[in-house]
């Protein structure tokens, strides 16, 4: 891992551990702050679970896909799209996943075709989505969508 990336991951786990150790900090958070939270604690759910991270803000000409993850047991390599809505007492939040759209869908196909390109051989793909809410107080809700959507051949 290159020195800036891990600079990087050590100032977002901090952030984290400061967000669980006293509530309010996460209320001072910016959007990107908030967003970086959200794909930290998201790497740490996938890697609870066996992921092994392959890229983080992989970036192309097409755009950016928040983690690459290869899911060992299903063999595949998978673009997870990491979306973080901070939540606050007494609100109805819509539910982060609702923000990839057709429009995202399809950028997302164009990233994963990116991606093949520069690592030629990849034989199996698959497009992941985490959701997070981040509750005030230490608590955050997750939902994994695991092969939220599919890669249309047709585009």
Known sequence: MARDEQARRNRDRELLRQCLEEPGTLETCTAHEVGRLGEELALVYLEERGYTLMEQNYHCQEGEADLIVYDTEGEEVVLVEVKTRRGRA??????????????????????????????????????????????????????????????????
């Open 90 to 155: 007494g609100t109805h939040d819509l539910f982060p996943e609702l923000a990839i759209d057709e429009r995202k869908r399809q950028r997302y196909a164009r990233i994963a075709a990116r991606y093949v390109l520069d690592n030629f051989p990849v034989y199996a793909i698959r497009f992941d989505v985490v959701a997070i809410t981040l509750r005030p107080g230490p608590y955050a809700e997750i939902e994994h969508l695991c092969g939220a959507y599919e890669w249309d051949s047709e585009q």
